[in-house]
T-cell receptor, first 118, second 109 residues
Framework: GAVVSQHPSWVICKSGTSVKIECRSL??????MFWYRQFPKQSLMLMAT?????????EQGVEKDKFLINHASLTLSTLTVTSAHPEDSSFYIC??????????????FGPGTRLLVL | GQNIDQPTEMTATEGAIVQINCTYQ??????LFWYQQHAGEAPTFLSY??LDGLEEKGRFSSFLSRSKGYSYLLLKELQMKDSASYLC??????????WGAGTKLIIKP
């Protein structure tokens, strides 16, 4: 149980385009989803936390107008990188935390999405 | 401030035992997690400790001392596939995860 999927796994796009990444919890209801970014050989960096049906909470330094997060249902959250630039190239990883008592603590990660902006 | 410390890199031999330490200072405590992350992949959950003591799960064990703000991950009978980064994370009073920078474990034959 506790499987999280992400789509797409790889994106290559031109500078200035927008990219949408989907994160789904496949076998549990995720009340909270997290979006991370990880540059090569660096730590995970939390970008934002989203609760189903409410606005995402962004970490300091993360532009909410550039990284749009929508958590419309208990199984789906999307991250849209608007007007992507080469410096946005990174590994984007989502994680989800469930509502059941056995899931309230543990975050389960999706497989990640590699974004390359040319 | 909140702080998680773990060694940057460790090297061990195949078949041996290695202990990866993690010390933390956080605002509140709702549990400590260990995750494994292979190069180029997302983290996978290994263990969760919220009470003091040792939790054993196969070749991996995790220990917690809340009074000392200390945990370790113990890996036995090391295999080459255990080469990865091991991330320590603490859930604070707001149920947010505070991440350590990770320990890169290199296994040599």
């Amino acid at each position: 149980g506790a499987v999280v999927s992400q789509h797409p796994s790889w994106v290559i796009c031109k500078s200035g385009t927008s990219v949408k990444i989907e994160c789904r919890s496949l076998d549990f209801q995720a009340t909270t989803m997290f979006w991370y970014r990880q540059f090569p050989k660096q730590s995970l960096m939390l970008m934002a936390t989203s609760n189903e049906g409410s606005k995402a909470t962004y970490e300091q330094g993360v532009e909410k107008d550039k990284f749009l997060i929508n958590h419309a249902s208990l199984t789906l959250s999307t991250l849209t990188v608007t007007s992507a630039h080469p410096e946005d190239s990174s590994f984007y990883i989502c994680s989800a935390r469930g509502s059941a008592s056995s899931q309230q603590e543990t975050q389960y990660f999706g497989p990640g999405t590699r974004l390359l902006v040319l | 401030g909140q702080n998680i410390d773990q060694p940057t890199e460790m090297t061990a031999t195949e078949g041996a035992i290695v202990q990866i330490n993690c010390t933390y200072q956080t605002s509140g405590f709702n549990g400590l997690f260990w995750y494994q992350q292979h190069a180029g992949e997302a983290p996978t959950f290994l263990s969760y400790n919220v009470l003091d003591g040792l939790e054993e799960k196969g070749r991996f064990s995790s220990f917690l001392s809340r009074s000392k703000g200390y945990s370790y991950l113990l890996l036995k009978e090391l295999q080459m596939k255990d080469s990865a980064s091991y991330l320590c994370a603490v859930m604070d009073s707001n149920y947010q995860l505070i991440w350590g920078a990770g320990t890169k474990l290199i296994i040599k034959p």
